[in-house]
Nanobody, 115 residues
């Protein structure tokens, strides 16, 4: 069974930085696309950033230039470096990955940005 486990969330002041990580574990033969999504209270879950197995990235307009997604294929991990954080970035951040051609989600990690 495959699991995605996020870590690194927390409380940070506006303008600060935070990095969240996600580790995939279990019986893994291949990992294709990986991504970060977020869901703020009362809002729908939205895509933040995606990265292909080849390293191509895509970002939501709201985070472009501030957030950077990266992955370590040898460690089955994906990261999201978040800089210049704003209160509107407050949300639960979810890791997503296509592992062995099946979609998986992590349990989420809370990121809170205070003004």
């Amino acid at each position: 069974q495959v699991q995605l486990v996020e870590s690194g969330g927390g409380l940070v002041q506006a303008g600060g930085s935070l990095r969240v990580s996600c580790a995939a574990s279990g019986r893994i033969f291949s990992i294709d696309d990986m991504a970060w999504y977020r869901q703020a209270p009362g809002k729908q879950r939205e895509m933040v950033a995606t990265i292909t197995s080849g390293g191509s990235t895509n970002y939501a307009d709201s985070v472009g230039g501030r957030f950077t997604i990266s992955r370590d294929n040898a460690k089955n991990m994906v990261y999201l470096q978040m800089n210049s954080l704003k209160p509107e970035d407050t949300a639960v951040y979810y890791c997503y990955a296509v592992v062995n051609f099946i979609q998986y989600w992590g349990q989420g990690t809370q990121v809170t940005v205070s003004s």
